[in-house]
């Protein structure tokens, strides 16, 4: 343990460690209901994935969560860090380097101590046992006109130091490796890349009761084109509403647009696009609170097709969960997502409307590339579930500890 001073902070004792294991403090933050109400995203998902995998990769997970200043709510995941994210990032900024804002002193009386802490979403502070911190991408840095401009310069700076504070960092792809070096100064040397995982349940079909039942409740019929993701600038919604309102009436009649996701950051005038295209009678369905896995997975497993033109992805964690569910897929070509599809998916341009027209077209239409999509999908997704991924992580944990 280091010899570093430490506030005096203990947490209740905790299970003693599985012998021969690692003792891994997790970020849970993004997966704590009281903290999120419910709903996850891409952070979550990722969380909560290597939550319930890390242990079979011989990790002993300590899941903490930085709860807000003042009364904390009641954590269900996991235990409440010793400060706020504000409060210790503070600490960071006027403390000398000497003094850890850590979790290890938060531990105290636990059977055993940490031997790291992995940071899964961003919130990366000082502490005194090794850091490893998840970074999905720099889009705030690299794109700031798709981010939410409060605060955004205080944000990227503190950003760009928690990024170096890590002692390793993990990403998804290669892609992310390129914007990591080049936005936040990280070494290269000290970043390694997990893709991520689909969960196994994602290849077992649904019971087609269960399906008929979502799709009575949200008034859908099987076989249309599927999109999940939060609304936002990035996410490039708007043409695809535009390239579904650009094919041929006869496939919008036969075919509805499902659109799965919160609004988000400066989407009011793509709700009102949708709104306006629901009042003029076109097929389109925006389902905003939907939280249920169960019904997503019914819902991915009823589409025809699952249209993905994102402009920018760190990963892109719908593609996997369409190819384990037998969907065929078309997505943007840019930024990770050719990395992630591996050749599983059609790629179009995401700027060009009438080529996402064109590739929606195919994937109904064309039998055999339909098909061709649907195996290729299938093989990808068993290349990555979240069971390889935690082992992955786990080898990268044994390797920071090594060094």
């Excluded at 960071?92 to 290890?104: C, I, K, M, R, Y």
């Excluded at 914007?179 to 196994?200: N, T």
């Excluded at 490039?236 to 950051?265: C, D, F, H, K, T």
């Excluded at 299938?378 to 920071?400: I, K, S």
Aim: some cysteine; glycine content about 8%; hydrophobic content about 45%.
């Amino acid at each position: 343990m280091s010899q570093h001073s430490k506030p005096p902070v203990t947490l209740p004792p905790g299970q003693p460690a599985a012998a021969g294991s690692l003792r891994v403090g997790l970020s849970t933050t993004t997966v704590e209901p009281a903290l999120t109400g419910g709903r996850l995203d891409g952070l979550g998902v990722y969380s909560r994935a290597l939550l319930q995998h890390l242990p079979g990769a011989a990790v002993d997970v300590v899941p903490f969560s930085f709860a807000p200043p003042g009364d904390k709510p009641r954590l269900k995941v996991g235990r409440a860090l010793p400060l706020s994210f504000p409060l210790a990032t503070l600490g960071d900024l006027l403390l000398p380097a000497s003094v850890h804002l850590s979790t290890q002193a938060a531990l105290g009386r636990l059977a055993a101590p940490l031997d790291l802490f992995h940071a899964t979403d961003y919130r990366i502070v000082r502490m005194d046992v090794p850091v490893v911190a998840t970074l999905h991408d720099a889009l705030p840095v690299s794109h700031p006109e798709w981010c939410s401009p409060k605060m955004r310069a205080l944000k990227n700076w503190l950003q760009i130091r928690a990024a170096r504070k890590a002692q390793h960092v993990i990403t998804g792809s290669q892609f992310s490796i390129r914007e990591l070096v080049e936005c936040f100064g990280v070494d290269q040397r000290r970043i390694s890349v997990v893709p991520h995982g689909v969960r196994a349940e994602w290849f077992e079909a649904p019971q087609p009761a269960a399906c008929a039942a979502t799709l009575e409740q949200y008034g859908l019929r099987a076989g249309f084109f599927l999109f999940v993701g939060t609304l936002q600038p990035r996410k490039n919604v708007g043409r695809l509403l535009e390239a579904y309102l650009a094919l041929p009436p006869v496939l919008r009649s036969a075919r509805q647009l499902v659109i799965v996701g919160a609004p988000g950051w400066r989407s009011a005038e793509l709700v009102a696009q949708i709104k306006a295209a629901q009042q003029r009678g076109e097929n389109v369905v925006w389902l905003d609170q939907l939280t249920d896995d169960a019904q997503l997975q019914q819902l991915y497993a009823s589409a025809g097709a699952f249209i993905f033109p994102s402009l920018h992805e760190g990963f892109g964690l719908p593609l996997l969960e369409a190819f384990a569910s037998g969907v065929p897929v078309a997505c943007s070509g840019t930024s990770s997502l050719p990395e992630v599809a591996h050749g599983a998916a059609l790629e179009f341009d995401p700027l060009s409307v009438p080529e996402m027209s064109a590739a929606m077209t195919t994937l109904v239409r064309d039998d055999a590339t339909r098909n061709r999509c649907i195996a290729a999908g299938r093989r990808r997704a068993l290349e990555l579930t979240w069971d390889v991924a935690a082992r992955r992580t786990a080898a990268v944990y044994q390797q920071v500890l090594t060094q």
